[in-house]
């Protein structure tokens, strides 16, 4: 068969695009499968007005005062949640109230919850039980997330701080609406693989005068393997 110069330099182009494509998906599945890390922890201000971490373990009080910060050291998006021990769920991050108006987390930058400014705390409100945060870093924003984030926000109180409660508790008008969108996000949560979350030894038993020192000394770091990755921290609420 006699090819002329025209259907050779078709076959070449096709040829570099084919082979351009499959270099572009190979570095994109490369890059799935590099773990990157986010800094990150959970904290709350005991009676002492020390800072400790908070972790599965951890009993806290009605008004008691919790925060969380992270750090990530490459771009990516967060996503957090807070179920509430009557089963009602807010968004904190992000949050147009208090934090970001949207997920996306630039690599070096501390992020301070429930404000990124002055000392602002999440407070537990009266209700004791067992309180849930969902914490899920993505490499890419998922749209149902945030969808199901701004449905939550739309049922919600808003996310306070400093005004005795955690923000999440709905109106009874709204709760029903809270309660299911709150379903749906968890059946969205359940989809996802559970981060790598490594935190040193005897970290329940550490104090620091600041949060500040805190997250300076302390090495909770999540490891992110694919695309997103969950961790959820279970703790027990009990009357003041």
């Known amino acids: 068969m006699v090819i002329d110069s025209s259907f050779r330099g078709a076959c070449s182009v096709l040829f570099a695009v084919t082979f351009a494509l ?12 590099t773990p990157f890390e986010i800094k990150t922890q959970f904290f709350y201000k005991d009676d002492g ?20 910060v992270f750090q990530s ?33 630039m690599a070096g930058k501390t992020y301070w919850l429930p404000h990124q400014d002055g000392d602002r705390w999440y407070i537990l409100d009266d209700t004791p039980g067992t309180e849930v945060l969902y914490f899920v870093a993505s490499r890419t924003r998922n749209s149902r997330l945030e969808q199901l984030s701004k449905a939550l926000l739309a049922t919600s109180s808003g996310t306070q701080a400093n005004s005795g409660e ?21 059946r969205e949560l359940s989809t996802m693989g559970f981060a790598q979350y490594s935190v040193p030894k005897g970290v329940e038993k550490a104090s620091f ?9 302390l090495e909770g770091v999540i490891r992110v393997s694919g695309a997103e990755a969950l961790i959820k921290i279970e703790f027990k609420h009990i009357p003041n």
């Open 209 to 217: 005068a600041s949060k500040e020192e805190m997250f300076k000394n």
């Open 166 to 186: 955690k923000g999440v508790a709905p109106s009874q008008a709204t709760q029903p609406a809270n309660q299911a969108t709150a379903r749906e996000m968890e």
């Open 73 to 105: 050291k490459e771009n990516c998006f967060v996503y957090i949640f807070w179920k509430d021990s009557t089963g009602n769920v807010g968004t904190l991050f992000p949050n147009p109230g208090l934090t970001a108006e949207i997920p996306q987390v």
């Open 22 to 33: 499959a270099g572009a998906s190979a570095l994109l599945a490369a890059t799935n499968n």
């Open 49 to 68: 007005k020390e800072i400790k971490p908070l972790d599965n373990n951890s009993v806290l009080k009605s008004g008691q005062n919790v925060g969380v």
